[in-house]
């Protein structure tokens, strides 16, 4: 599926208007193999705490962006090489994190669209806390599961309906 985000506004500029087609605020690194990803959104709110990350790049992620408002953390990693691996396992299109990565090296090499806000070598805790599928919201843009978004190197966009 190609696409590039700017032609997708373009072509939806009504829909940007109206709000049912935002921008996330650019913010995000580019890790992982894949530049350019779209799926349906799925959602995780926790705080420096992955355990619900495993889970959910545990299950089929055909067709799916993981989006983890992990409250903006720069203190730890909230997804690793191996959690990569096994996103990309399972068939996950991406996720977007909205806090750090670690192992970008051997992330870069996995076929998994990746947008962090940075690295961090420290691993998180796992306590198991969090929220999955509820609204989140950063970046200027409130993510709601079942969604669509669409990353490239131009950007983010979030669709309440598909654009492609």
Known sequence: MNFKTPDLLDDN????RSGSVRVVTPMFKRYGGRSAFS???VTLKLFEDNSLVREAFGENGQGKVLVIDGGGSLRCALVGDQ???LAHRNGWEGVIVYGCIRDSVDINGID???RA???HPLKS????????????TFGGVTF???EWIYADEDGIVVSEAPLL
């Open 144 to 146: 709601r599961p079942g």
């Open 13 to 16: 500029e009504d829909k940007a």
């Open 83 to 85: 959690l990569a691996l």
């Open 39 to 41: 799926g349906r959104i």
């Open 117 to 119: 806000l940075d690295t």
């Open 125 to 136: 805790v796992k306590k198991g806390a969090g929220d999955r599928e509820i609204a989140v």
């Open 112 to 114: 998994l669209g990746v």
